[in-house]
């Protein structure tokens, strides 16, 4: 069982940055693959970003430029830094435990955190 808390969601103007954590607990994150997912109100769940349990990194067309996925195994967090925003990336933001199949697809992912919003004004 691997349990993701997500943190570091909020409010912030276009242009501006944040900075998203997901801690894990539970089995050995260091051999996991890991996504970021977003979902806006009324829209499915998209892939943002993923990185594989090699360091491989891999991102939605959307925000490559713009945001970097990184981990840190000795803390079990994986990170989500979100430079550059616009108001389109508002969006519920979730991690998750990448199990099978290609990373953008979300039914490859069988543990999600609770998710944290982020909301970029205009």
């Known amino acids: 069982q691997v349990q993701l808390v997500e943190s570091g969601g909020g409010l912030v103007q276009a242009g501006g940055s944040l900075s998203l954590s997901c801690a894990a607990s539970g089995g050995t994150f260091s051999s996991y693959s890991m996504g970021w997912f977003r979902q806006a109100p009324g829209k499915e769940r998209d892939i943002v970003a993923h990185i594989s349990w090699t360091g491989g990194r891999t991102y939605a067309d959307s925000v490559k430029g713009r945001f970097t996925i990184s981990r840190d195994n000795a803390k079990n967090t994986i990170y989500l830094q979100m430079n550059s925003l616009k108001p389109e990336d508002t969006a519920v933001y979730y991690c998750?435990?990448?199990?099978?199949?290609?990373?953008?697809?979300?039914?490859?992912?069988?543990?999600w955190g609770q998710g944290t919003q982020v909301t970029v004004s205009s």
């Open positions: 998750a435990h990448h199990r099978t199949g290609p990373y953008y697809l979300s039914g490859g992912y069988d543990y």
